[in-house]
């Protein structure tokens, strides 16, 4: 047993089980999840009753089993590559929107560290940085989908989806600064542990939405335009280009797409839990002196888990409240209005924060 | 001789259609987006929190498992009346036949062996396929002996000779079984009597 525990406990080892169990157990079946659950909330929303026919013999789940017929279908589906592709290009490019969605739950960390060891992939230094990077390698995926499937609009949505990530990547940075201002790290440890911090006694967490809610908004917005969903799907855009950069793929490729964009969405509610709403940080735990570990961190999976959830649905709520940006529209509101509001959060902060200190 | 104003377009080609303008409103306001957007949330969230639990706004009919009423006089399948002792009310006069704009109603007419009754149809064929469901063939029988009022609004078969239905089929209500072995099965009519023992018909002169 104690051999086990050795070998378990081997860093490389223990990395593997904890990017097992957190894409896995976490990021996977919540991504899938959505997939219906974007379906069922919007027929909630339009006053409609949604997807309830896939079953077994009696048995609906009221919907739950259109995942399985939906997984089913994409794989016998046959996939099928246009007349003059780049083969090889056009077979990799769903993989790379897929790689870069996972990848943000590296350094997202799920509950607090028990002793040595941490409910984090890992916490490198760069921390955020290392996000950014990631997600810029999302276009990637809608780049190489457009250009390879010789097709007009994949072309357009290729392109669109590039100009867009370029824009909104620029100010998803800047409006990040004033967080880093605040909590004075880039490490994510460090920012959710700054916010467990409180003003006023213990009256307010110092959470980054209080400390930075124009942050929060200019970030979450830019976010919002990485995964390319409305009210930024000008690269998808159904009314005009048909489907966008993924318009010819089919069966399990174009199932990769929709699964990339919507752990991708997981990851973003990840991420704002965790620099915007305390991260795994339960409020007011702290008065609960002598609280058993295991009860802490069983309270701080299920808090990181509510939020994340909460941020899911407020998303797709979203997607189905805001009406789809013109082109031009998406490029002015990042340069225009984004981009300055960003530089002016990062002068208020300093400016506060050296008025503070 | 005042000019008629039938055409909307004057002369000069220019058109003179009533158009509705709406002034776009700028400001602060409209610029940043958010407080529409939060009104649009309110909009949606407050759908999205009431079908949540219990479905109340849903106007959705799940059509197999439920179905939406109809009125009475909605014209759905045709049904042919029956007398009270349970013969066709049907006396094969043609009206129906005759005035059926798209011809889908045919019939043979056979001697009834009930001599007041003079006529029955032997064949009565309705083509559902090619029926319009107009009503006509209701407004002329003088014997209230075809109706629409079945219900069935929808009908859907796998084959074509599935939509011509025959007398016995339009009898009562749909039954698979028939399908699967339409044959015309009198069991409804009276056993051919010899004509001495006919029944008087309604002038009371005897059948001979």
Redesign the interface.
Known sequence: MDFLLEIIMTPAILACLKIAVIILLFAMPLGTLLTLMERK?S???????GP?RANIGKFTGNGLLHIAADGLKSIFKEDTIPKGANGFLYLIAPFFGLIAAVAIFAIIPIAGPIGNFTFQVTDVNPGLLFIFAITSLNVYGAVLAGTSSNSKFALLGGTRASAQMISYEVFMGLALMGIFMVYGTTRVSGIVNGQNEYWFGNLVPMWGIFTQPLGF?LFFTALVAETKRAPFDAPEGESEIVAGYFLEYSGMRWSAFMLAEYVSLVGVAALMTTLFFGGYHVPWLHLWENAPQWIVTILQILKFTFFTVVFCWFQI??R???PKFRFDQTMG?GWK?LLPLSLVNIIVTALVILTLA | MPKLNICKYSSGGIMELKVKRVERVDGVKEAIFLPAIFNGLRLTVKHFWRNLFGARDVVTINYPEEKRHVSPRWRGRHRLTRLQNGFLSCVACYMCETVCPSKCIHIEAGEHPDLSVEKYPVVFDIDELRCVFCGLCVEACPKDAIRMDTGVVSMAYTSRQTFDFTRDLLRDSYDPKLHSNPKYEDEDLPKPVKQSEALPNSQGIPAT
Not at chain 1, 43 to 49: G, N, S, T
């Open positions: 909330w027929a909630m929303i339009q006053d409609r009753v309830n908004i709520q979203l189905w409240t805001v509101l209005k």
